[in-house]
């Protein structure tokens, strides 16, 4: 180990210098702060031995060690005597890592340098396992790209907003129009986040691109992506989604929900007309045989707009650990303003509520405006 001791007397630089030489450390020795910090990017100490009696301050020659290394782990350790608390408090006060009392043990010191090397490795073990939870995040975040890239084209009467959890959301929501111009939309919220969730959301998006442009119905489109994720993802894994089909030619919507928070149809003065509840399991949790692909139909009259959330809505807690629930969704929608966007509301609401909190889980909300689109 490289090992940096800083101080003024001569014969306590040489008594360590020797201790630490016998066990193969590589020493330098400085008899000032200055001469210590300028040693830094030369030397490169893995830890460093500080005395109290430096004619600077001690503490802050531990606090530019520290900041000087920012994140790297290079503990720093005050050479006093116990019995000079005030130094000691106020050395450990600054970001030190332990201290030795004098006159100096040569196994006391080579213990404590053995326990810093042992927490040393520790640090390098966490930043190889940071370093590859990095690269999956880059993965996970380029394959999500990947998939929402995919979507054909900016439809003006979808609205839509996310808030992240982590470095970006693992909520799915893609749509494609099918060839009698159908539009389907998939709101999916997998287990976990990351590559976990990237994972699923390839072969699941795959199928509903695939279906739809073929002009598949919504029902069976739901049936496969189930099939293809429990034949996929190991158990525990799974998708909580909404599927929803607009036929403007028909004048009706169609859903599919399974595990999601019930879907809103919603009248102009965003009053509830119909409320969709989860009737089905979530994507991926049972084989084909058992799976639920029954849809539910509604005639467009009387409906302005379509709300899609995740539960990541609803569990939304502020600083006081309460909900937003659908308290704050109802509250929201009851805001009296008939010129407001519905999902402008509820987006105002939920910032409101949490007041720069982050979410414990991410955050979906999508509107459909139908009267858009007739």
Known sequence: MRILIAAQNAKSRKLLSQMLELDG???????????ALASLDRFKPELALVDAALPEDSCHLAREI??????????????????????????????????????????????????????RELYRQVERHLS??????????????????????????LRHWTLTAGHFCGDLLIFERTPDDRLHILLGDFTGHGLPAAVGALPAADVFYAMTRKGFPLGEIAAEINRKLHHLLPTGNFCAATLLALKPLDSQIELWNGGLPPALLID???????????????????????????????????????????????????????????????????????????????????????????????????????????
């Open 268 to 374: 102009g003065r965003h009053r509830i007309v119909h409320q969709v509840d989860s009737g089905a399991l979530p994507l991926g949790i049972i084989g084909e045989q058992d799976f639920d692909a029954g849809t539910r139909s509604f005639p467009l009259d009387g409906i302005e707009h379509v709300i899609l959330y995740s539960d990541g809505l609803v569990e939304a807690q502020n600083a006081s650990g309460e909900p937003f629930g659908d308290r704050g969704l109802a509250d929201a929608l009851n805001t009296p303003c008939s010129a407001c966007h519905p999902l402008q509301l509820i987006k105002s609401h939920v910032i409101a509520f949490l007041d720069g909190m982050e979410p414990h889980d991410d955050i979906s909300l999508l509107s459909v405006s139908l009267e858009s689109c007739r």
């Open 66 to 119: 520290k900041r000087h290394y920012g994140n790297t782990f290079v503990p720093v350790i005050l050479c006093a005597g116990v019995t000079d608390h005030f130094s000691l408090s106020a050395f450990l006060g600054s970001g030190a890592d332990d201290f030795i009392d004098t006159p100096f043990d040569h196994i006391v010191l080579k213990a404590k340098i053995a326990g810093f090397e042992r927490v």
């Open 132 to 157: 590859f939870a990095e690269q999956e995040i880059k993965l996970a975040k380029h394959m999500f790209d990947a998939v929402t890239r995919r979507n054909p084209e900016d439809i003006p009467f």
């Open 25 to 35: 450390h590589e020493i330098l020795a400085a008899a000032t702060a200055a001469k």
